[in-house]
Structures are given as structure tokens and as C-alpha cells.
């Protein structure tokens, strides 16, 4: 019988006398320090001679992260010249349910101007929609949990609407409960269309399910998560479709099922946000004011970015206004810095 030749593991003996160290970068830590911890934390004495691993409490599981929205954008057509023309569309959004799908629809005319101006001024004012063919008194629903409805943003500035599917589960924070919270997910916008040809329509983000963390950020009570279900395969492939939830965990709320979570998706594109598995991300948080709470990432493959987290327009930000140097800004520099060196 042939004798047994494996050797025993090796056995690795480390000191961190230093204790943690979550300040600075993982890469960059001295060899006596380390950067976080799954259920133990290393407790160093005064003089830093020794140190003791002492067991603290673990972690539990808190949310599902679902299935992220689908995202629209509606804006006039170029091409539309509608100067001292009578106009009239079928504005139509249809989001799935539980039970099925619900049309909503907005019927308007007009003379000349927008129409799209005019589907986001009736948007503001909730009144005049047709649910499933039936008359209805208050047009779909824009608060988490509830009935049927979805989000939207109208953007006065460049004339745009932007929609996209709200959570089932109500926000604790606005409808506090004993009971456990209602089913995750969202109410999917499966569609939007105007008749007329005088939008045009696009899909910024479709839905994207069985995502992955690839980095997090905390900023007060909150805790911001990028997700993404791509992976490239190698680091050099380009990136794929991208989210951002945020993820609040109320400890003092408790419901029959435990602890209060409550998960939504703030930002999320398809061909833009360019997020892989191959490059997790570095995160952080910062609260400037109210209106302006930022969190700020880098992967190593984009550019720096930033979203303002407050604004309640974060969904509608383009992608090229994430980036903390925006492209166009670089190109003028550097056609500044040309023209320099050619005059003198």
C-alpha cells in the first residue's frame, strides 16, 4: 500500500497589533493592521504588545435585493415641427402587476408647443387618466407599496420625461408597521408610447435580475449598494448594465419577522454606467446639505463618478454627468492648452 505523502496545510500566523484600520485603503495597509473582519474583531492593548480576538455578532440576513425597473425616456422629436398645428395624442404606460397588466392612459390635444410638455404638466396635475378603458378620479399611484402606479420625473430644462417602476413594499420610514413588509420587487413599466409620432421613446435600463454586490458606500442611515449581473470575463472587457440601491435597516422597528429593511433602486442603465464583476468598487458617502448628499465611487476602469442621492431626480441624471470630469469639459481644456502652446 502506498504511503500517505500529503503534507499538512501550512499554517499562516499573523499579528495585528495595530487593530483596524478602515481609513485608508485595503492596498495600502501596514502588515500590522487589517481592514475588516467577519464576526471577530482583534482587540489591541495601549501599548500594542498583544492582542486578543474576541468574538462580536454576526450578521444576518437582512433583504432580497429584486429584480432592478425598467427605465424610460420620452422626448420631442427633432423632426416634429408642429409651429400653428393641431394636434392630438393617446398617451399610454402599462405596468405589470400581480393580477396582470394596468393601462393608463392620458388623452390630449392642443395647438402647437410640446406634447410632450403637455403629458408632463398633466402628470403634475393627476387628473384626466383612463385606467384599463374606466374614467378614473386620481391618476397612478408614485408612493412606494400601495396600488398600481410608477415613477416619473419631468425634466423642465431639456423637456424629457423619465419613468420607471416603484417598489410593492411600502417605505417604513413614511408607513411604520408591526407586520412584515409586503412582497419585493417593483411594478414593472412593461411599456410607454404616445401616438402622433411626435416622441421618440427609448429604454435606458432594462430589467436586470440575480445581480451581485461589487461595492457599497454608507452615507447616514443609509446604505448605498452597486450591483451588477455582468461579468465580462476578462478585466479588459468593456462593462455592462449597472445599479444603485439604496438599503435602509431600521434595528429600532421591529415587525412578527424581525428587523424593518426597505430596498429601492436610485440609479440604473444598460449601456452607459459600464459596471463588471472584474472591477468591484470603492465607495464612499458624504453629506453636503440637505438637497445635496453624494456618494462617490471609482473602479479602476471608468472615470470617477458621483450621484447626488437627494435631489429626487438622481433616475433622470444622464450618464456622461456622472462623471466627476465630464468629457466635454476635458476636450475644451485640452483644446485650451493647444491653442496655447501654438500662440506662444
Not at 104 to 124: D, H, M, T
Not at 219 to 248: C, E, H, M, N
Not at 249 to 275: H, K, P, W
Given at each position: 500500500?502506498?504511503?500517505?505523502?500529503?503534507?499538512?496545510?501550512?499554517?499562516?500566523?499573523?499579528?495585528?497589533?495595530?487593530?483596524?484600520?478602515?481609513?485608508?485603503?485595503k492596498y495600502?495597509?501596514?502588515?500590522?493592521?487589517?481592514?475588516?473582519?467577519?464576526?471577530?474583531?482583534?482587540?489591541?492593548?495601549?501599548?500594542?504588545?498583544?492582542?486578543?480576538?474576541?468574538?462580536?455578532?454576526?450578521?444576518?440576513?437582512?433583504?432580497?435585493?429584486?429584480?432592478?425597473?425598467?427605465?424610460?425616456?420620452?422626448?420631442?422629436?427633432?423632426?416634429?415641427?408642429?409651429?400653428?398645428?393641431?394636434?392630438?395624442?393617446?398617451?399610454?404606460?402599462?405596468?405589470?402587476?400581480?393580477?396582470?397588466?394596468?393601462?393608463?392612459?392620458?388623452?390630449?390635444?392642443?395647438?402647437?408647443?410640446?406634447?410632450?410638455?403637455?403629458?408632463?404638466?398633466?402628470?403634475?396635475?393627476?387628473?384626466?387618466?383612463?385606467?384599463?378603458?374606466?374614467?378614473?378620479?386620481?391618476?397612478?399611484?408614485?408612493?412606494?407599496?400601495?396600488?398600481?402606479?410608477?415613477?416619473?420625473?419631468?425634466?423642465?430644462?431639456s423637456k424629457?420625461?423619465?419613468?420607471?417602476?416603484?417598489?410593492?413594499?411600502?417605505?417604513?420610514?413614511?408607513?411604520?408597521?408591526?407586520?412584515?413588509?409586503?412582497?419585493?420587487?417593483?411594478?414593472?413599466?412593461?411599456?410607454?408610447?404616445?401616438?402622433?409620432?411626435?416622441?421618440?421613446?427609448?429604454?435606458?435600463?432594462?430589467?436586470?435580475?440575480?445581480?451581485?454586490?461589487?461595492?457599497?458606500?454608507?452615507?447616514?442611515?443609509?446604505?448605498?449598494?452597486?450591483?451588477?449581473?455582468?461579468d465580462g470575463?476578462?478585466?479588459?472587457?468593456?462593462?455592462?448594465?449597472?445599479?444603485?440601491?439604496?438599503?435602509?435597516?431600521?434595528?429600532?422597528?421591529?415587525?412578527?419577522?424581525?428587523?424593518?429593511?426597505?430596498?429601492?433602486?436610485?440609479?440604473?442603465?444598460?449601456?452607459?454606467?459600464?459596471?463588471?464583476?472584474?472591477?468591484?468598487?470603492?465607495?464612499?458617502?458624504?453629506?453636503?446639505?440637505?438637497?445635496?448628499?453624494?456618494?462617490?465611487?471609482?473602479?479602476?476602469?471608468?472615470?470617477?463618478?458621483?450621484?447626488?442621492?437627494?435631489?429626487?431626480?438622481?433616475?433622470?441624471?444622464?450618464?456622461?454627468?456622472?462623471?466627476?470630469?465630464?468629457?466635454?469639459?476635458?476636450?475644451?481644456?485640452?483644446?485650451?492648452?493647444?491653442?496655447?502652446?501654438?500662440?506662444?
Amino acid at each position: 500500500m502506498a504511503e500517505d505523502n500529503k503534507q499538512p496545510a501550512p499554517i499562516s500566523i499573523n499579528t495585528f497589533t495595530g487593530g483596524m484600520n478602515k481609513d485608508i485603503s485595503k492596498y495600502v495597509l501596514p502588515p500590522n493592521e487589517y481592514y475588516d473582519a467577519s464576526n471577530v474583531r482583534i482587540v489591541a492593548d495601549s501599548s500594542k504588545e498583544s492582542a486578543a480576538l474576541v468574538n462580536v455578532q454576526g450578521n444576518e440576513f437582512a433583504v432580497e435585493i429584486p429584480c432592478s425597473p425598467a427605465v424610460y425616456q420620452m422626448i420631442l422629436d427633432p423632426n416634429a415641427n408642429l409651429s400653428g398645428v393641431a394636434w392630438t395624442v393617446n398617451f399610454t404606460v402599462n405596468v405589470s402587476t400581480s393580477t396582470g397588466t394596468d393601462v393608463w392612459q392620458l388623452l390630449l390635444s392642443g395647438i402647437g408647443g410640446n406634447p410632450v410638455q403637455s403629458v408632463g404638466s398633466a402628470l403634475q396635475n393627476n387628473q384626466g387618466w383612463i385606467l384599463n378603458g374606466i374614467a378614473v378620479a386620481a391618476g397612478p399611484n408614485t408612493v412606494a407599496g400601495g396600488p398600481s402606479g410608477f415613477y416619473w420625473i419631468y425634466d423642465e430644462s431639456s423637456k424629457r420625461i423619465i419613468f420607471w417602476g416603484k417598489p410593492k413594499s411600502a417605505n417604513p420610514l413614511s408607513a411604520p408597521t408591526i407586520l412584515p413588509m409586503g412582497p419585493t420587487g417593483v411594478y414593472q413599466v412593461i411599456g410607454v408610447a404616445m401616438s402622433g409620432n411626435y416622441a421618440l421613446i427609448n429604454s435606458l435600463a432594462s430589467p436586470q435580475c440575480a445581480t451581485s454586490v461589487i461595492g457599497y458606500a454608507v452615507l447616514r442611515d443609509s446604505i448605498y449598494l452597486f450591483t451588477t449581473a455582468y461579468d465580462g470575463g476578462t478585466p479588459d472587457a468593456v462593462g455592462g448594465p449597472g445599479q444603485i440601491w439604496k438599503v435602509d435597516v431600521l434595528e429600532s422597528m421591529q415587525t412578527l419577522a424581525g428587523v424593518l429593511t426597505y430596498i429601492e433602486c436610485v440609479y440604473t442603465r444598460d449601456q452607459c454606467i459600464n459596471f463588471t464583476k472584474q472591477h468591484p468598487i470603492e465607495a464612499i458617502g458624504r453629506y453636503e446639505k440637505i438637497e445635496t448628499q453624494g456618494i462617490y465611487w471609482t473602479d479602476n476602469f471608468n472615470a470617477p463618478r458621483k450621484l447626488n442621492v437627494a435631489s429626487g431626480n438622481a433616475m433622470s441624471t444622464p450618464c456622461e454627468f456622472l462623471d466627476l470630469a465630464p468629457k466635454q469639459v476635458l476636450v475644451f481644456l485640452f483644446f485650451l492648452i493647444y491653442l496655447t502652446e501654438e500662440n506662444f
